[in-house]
């Protein structure tokens, strides 16, 4: 399956795929770019510590 997907992007006539416009235009602010690394870092859902004294 990875060969059948990776080959069809490779054979296309050598030009580079391209990111729609507003897609673009929005990767040009810094705090948009940050979005997926906060993802990865903190995930969507937090984890919640509890602390107290131990049973």
């Known amino acids: 399956m990875q060969d059948r997907i990776v080959s069809r992007a490779l054979e ?6 391209r990111l729609p416009t507003l ?5 040009g602010f ?5 979005i997926p690394a906060r993802l990865f870092g ?3 859902r937090q984890e919640h ?3 107290g004294t131990p049973t």
Not at 12 to 17: E, I, L, P
Not at 30 to 34: C, E, I, K, P, T
């Open 30 to 34: 810094r705090s948009v770019r940050q």
């Open 49 to 51: 510590v509890r602390t």
């Open 23 to 27: 897609l673009r235009w929005l990767l």
């Open 42 to 44: 903190y995930g969507i």
């Open 12 to 17: 296309q006539s050598g030009k580079r795929a």
